[in-house]
């Protein structure tokens, strides 16, 4: 079995690259060096090199918090091409072996923007839209399409935008309501899960770990 994550080297993606390790040597954990995700010219490089994969996880960087009015045009195209160009052009061109998966770690705001992460939201809601089509057609070859949809997960990225002070954690996780911010390693679990356990029935699903902060019923 082969696996491929993109932006495996710190955070969710690391996580879920040393529990596929666990099921598979050949797993291959991509950083920002190995494969900028912002840049187009990376996709065919990346796609000679891993051939026939099993198990897709596609991640990578999250943009800044920025006010609509301070988005610049340059930080709508990187990010268009960051989130969304670079892996639809990567799933047109890839080849997937019968009975794979493919993952992508979005953010509970597909399913609710949040007015601070615009850049964010715009493209992974694009990119979810394109994987539902994906995972109709992909379903012949028995391959599963998830997209895990998480909510405030203890990484960098989270510490980053809490500017690493531990009194806005504590303020986050009042706030939320919430006893603690989980760790990445239960979304890795989850993945490990359905690629050792065969699991194909969630296909084209969403699959949130937001502890319930979302209130939607579905
Ligand atoms: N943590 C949360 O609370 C949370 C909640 C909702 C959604 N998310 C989303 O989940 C994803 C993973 O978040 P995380 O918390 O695991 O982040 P993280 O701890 O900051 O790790 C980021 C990972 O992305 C890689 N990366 C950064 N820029 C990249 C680029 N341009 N191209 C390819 N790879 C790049 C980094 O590689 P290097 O090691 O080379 O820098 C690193 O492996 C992000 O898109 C984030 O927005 C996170």
């Known amino acids: 079995m082969r696996c491929l994550v993109f932006a495996g080297s710190r955070g969710i993606g690391k996580a879920i690259a040393n529990k596929l390790t666990e099921i598979s040597k050949k797993t291959f954990a991509l950083s920002s060096k190995d494969c900028d995700t912002s840049k187009i010219s990376n996709v065919d490089n990346i796609v000679a090199k891993y051939k026939n994969l099993d198990v897709i996880v596609l991640n990578t960087g999250g943009p800044p918090a920025k006010d609509f009015k301070n988005i610049k045009y340059n930080d709508w195209v990187k990010y268009f091409n960051q989130l969304f160009l670079f892996f639809v052009l990567f799933l047109q061109r890839v080849s997937i072996n019968k009975n794979?998966?493919?993952?992508?770690?979005?953010?509970?705001?597909?399913?609710?923007?949040n007015e601070k992460l615009i850049l964010s939201n715009a493209y992974r809601i694009a990119l979810v839209s394109v994987l539902k089509s994906l995972s109709i057609i992909l379903r012949k070859k028995n391959i599963s399409v998830i997209n895990i949809a998480p909510g405030p997960t203890n990484t960098d990225r989270l510490n980053k935008?809490?500017?690493?002070?531990?009194?806005?954690?504590?303020?986050?996780?009042?706030n939320l309501g919430?006893?603690?911010?989980?760790?990445?390693?239960?979304?890795?679990?989850?993945?490990?899960?359905?690629?050792?356990?065969?699991?194909?029935?969630l296909n084209g699903q969403t699959v949130g770990f937001d502890m319930g902060i979302n209130k939607f019923i579905f």
């Open 161 to 174: 935008l809490l500017k690493n002070n531990k009194s806005n954690i504590k303020a986050l996780v009042k």
């Open 100 to 113: 794979g998966y493919i993952f992508l770690i979005s953010s509970l705001h597909v399913k609710e923007p």
């Open 178 to 201: 919430v006893n603690n911010i989980p760790e990445a390693t239960e979304i890795a679990e989850f993945v490990k899960l359905v690629v050792q356990k065969k699991l194909n029935s």
